[in-house]
Every structure is written in C-alpha cells, then in structure tokens.
C-alpha cells in the first residue's frame, strides 16, 4: 500500500470508529480514534505500515488504561437503595393465598399490603409466614420459610 492509501484508511478509521461513539455514548470506541489519529500522524512522518498498526494499537490501549477509571466512574450505575429495600429479607403475613398461575396473592409486611408472587412458583396459603427476597416492580417475591 502507499502511502495516499494509508492516510485514507486511518482517516476513514477516525470518522468510522467516531461516528460509532456518537451513535452509542457509551464510550466503546473512542480509543481507536485516538489511535487512528496517532497512526495517521505517523504515515504523514512517513513510517512504515507495520509502525503504523503498532502505533495504533499501542495508543488505544494507552488511551483505555488511561481513561478506564474515568469512564468507570461516569457509567457506574449503581442502584440507589429506597425505602422499599428496607422489606428485602423481613418476614411477611400471608393475607391471601400466593398462586402465581393465577396471578394471585397478598401479603403484609411492615404494615402495608403488597401483591406477592412466590420465588419458586409454589402455591402458599393464606396465614402462612414468608420471607421477601426481592422486589419486582409494584409486587414482593417471596419464598416459603
């Protein structure tokens, strides 16, 4: 390849690996355009094709190193606790009996009634003690004691 070949190629990689980015925003491809540009700088210098590939990998990995625990912070989606959370893991009144194919079921848990669904798929009677494993939406999955 010559080199008017090589500048279109990384040229071409910068916008390709940059429109990706903008399309995705979730950074996954940002680093190569660093490494596009770094390898186009260096067939404008005049190195070899092999210096060139070299060059890129080395500076989009230099640039994810450099920026992962940037990134991580930003995208770091962790779940905000509620108030709700609190009921995970206490014990519940069975107010009506649980049967998930009928999409049915009541419970009570720290004074309030929620529609529950059993975690397993078991049918739990009325009176029953259960305990709440997680919260699904508007409803309270629980399991058997």
Request: proline share 1%.
């Amino acid at each position: 390849m010559n080199d008017t070949t090589m500048y279109i190629v990384w040229a071409v990689a910068i916008v390709v690996f940059g429109a990706i980015e903008g399309v995705t925003f979730q950074l996954v491809s940002i680093w190569f355009v660093f490494g596009s540009i770094a390898a186009l700088i260096s067939a404008f210098l005049g190195a070899s094709i092999y210096l060139q590939i070299i060059l890129w990998i080395a500076v989009s990995l230099a640039a994810l190193l450099l920026t992962r625990p940037i990134v991580r912070k930003k995208l770091n989606t962790k779940i905000q606790p509620t108030n709700l959370d609190r009921c995970i893991g206490e014990q519940a009144l069975v107010i009506e009996d649980i049967d998930n194919s009928k999409t049915q079921g009541q419970v009570k848990v720290d004074g309030k009634i929620w529609m529950a669904r059993s975690e397993n798929g078991e049918y739990i009677s009325k009176d029953s003690v259960v305990t709440v494993e997680k919260i699904e939406g508007a409803k309270l999955i629980v399991s058997n004691k």
